[in-house]
Every structure is written in C-alpha cells, then in structure tokens.
C-alpha cells in the first residue's frame, strides 16, 4: 500500500496537494477492492465492491467533499507542475460529479455491463497463486448473490422513477444470461478456479478440496439462483 501510495503522490511538491491525491487513491482502492487488487493493493482481496445506494450514495458525497477540498488549495502557491497536477485533478473530479447526474446505477444494462458479466470477470482478476488467494476468491463468491440483488434493487428503483435502458440492450443481456444458466456449469468462467485450486501444491489436499467444494457447491446454488433473479427482473420487469 505504501508504494503504492507514493505513486500516487510522486513528482508532487506540494503535501496538501499530495494529501488529497493519496486520500482519493485511497477511496479508489476501498470502493473498487477487485481492481485494487490487479493495481497492486491486497488490503480487500476478499471483497466485492459495495452496489446498494447507500454505498454509491456516500461515495458520490465523499467525491464532491475531495472536490471542494481540491477546490479550497491555494493554487497560485504550487509550481508549475502541480498547477497542472491540481488542475486536471479537479478537472477528473468535476466529470465524475456530473456523471453521477446520470444514475447510470439505476438503469444502465447491456451484454458488456452488467453484474452477471462482471462476476464472470473475477477469475481473471483474482488470481489463484496459494490457499491465501484461493480463501480470498471464495470469500468473494460468497458476496456475489448480495452484488447481484443490489444491482436488481437499483434497476427496479430506476424504474420507478422512469428510467430504464432500451429494450435491444436488455433483450442481449437477457440471451447473455439465460445462456450461461443453461450451459453446463464445468463451462462456467466462475469454475474455473477450481482446477487451479485443486492443483495448489503448497497446501494440504484437503484444504485444497474443502475450499474448491465450497466454490463449487456455492456457485451451483446460491450464485445460480442470484443469476436466475436477475434474468427473471430483466425479462418480466424491465423488459418493455
């Protein structure tokens, strides 16, 4: 975390300015753990970032309070390079302040974005290099129902209020979904950690088999009823 924490404040003069860039690294790392992860932070490595609009709504409040942070620095006080720095810091956040106007989280649905799609994803991005890591993936799946339910709270909150995605977009993701229930579940992108669980040489072989049972047995079950969920809202509620 240290280093990369001074990559996130490097060639910056300035500690205000290098304070808030590290504060907002650090936000980054915590509302975003599985992408923290592939950048080098493994403080979250067995969580999944929080979807419910409680969550999105205190990170969106915590993204305007480093705005008016960055906003409140004395800028004619830094060197060339920080009032450039500074500048398109501010810049970064201003965009993302006005494009959280959207609430995309509430109606946004397509074949590439989308929690199912996102999900898949994991295997990728957790990598399973000992007990540790593969502990940590499990602990990840064991969240995955909870992502996908707030994904399906968000969607049906945005369609109370009248905002949903066209029908093309949510007829695709749809087939994406009903595809993968239906395909045989040794086909699915989540199991495939299983074999390299199993294939771990630095642990015991029943750790090994304890943890890829449970993956296996909470993939099958409880991730599978949260995809057939999703796939029912998607077709009987926000399909027009």
């Known amino acids: 975390m240290f280093a990369l924490a001074a990559e996130a ?3 910056v003069e300035s500690p205000e300015l290098q304070a808030i860039l590290v504060s907002h690294w650090d936000q980054k790392m915590q509302n975003n753990p599985v992408w923290g992860g592939t950048m080098g932070d493994h403080r979250f490595d067995d ?3 929080d979807s419910s609009e409680k969550a999105l709504m205190e990170r969106r409040a915590s993204t305007k309070q480093l705005l008016q942070e960055a906003k409140a620095l004395d800028a004619s006080a830094f060197s060339s390079s920080d009032a450039v720095t500074h500048a398109l810091f501010v810049e970064e956040l201003e965009r993302s302040v006005e494009r959280e106007i959207c609430q995309g989280y509430q109606w946004s649905v397509s074949a590439r ?3 199912v799609s996102s999900v898949n994803g994991l ?3 957790h990598k399973v290099t000992d007990l540790a890591s593969a502990k940590n993936l499990l ?3 064991q969240q995955i129902p909870k ?5 399906i709270a968000n969607l049906r909150a945005g369609l109370a209020a009248g905002r949903v995605a066209n029908a093309e977009s949510i007829r695709r993701t749809i087939q994406l979904v009903q ?3 239906e395909s045989p579940l040794a086909d699915w992108p989540l199991m495939k950690p299983v074999k390299e669980i199993r294939a771990l040489s630095e642990a015991e072989e029943a750790e090994r088999e304890q943890v890829a049972t449970a993956l296996t047995t909470l993939v099958e079950g409880e991730v599978m009823l949260a995809f057939k969920r999703f796939h029912q809202v998607l ?3 926000l399909l027009p």
């Open 147 to 151: 992502q996908i339910d707030e994904s």
């Open 235 to 237: 077709e009987r509620e």
């Open 47 to 49: 969580k999944l970032a």
């Open 123 to 125: 295997p990728d991005d």
């Open 9 to 11: 404040k490097a060639g």
């Open 179 to 181: 595809g993968q229930i």
């Open 139 to 141: 602990a990840r799946y």
């Open 113 to 115: 974005g989308n929690p």
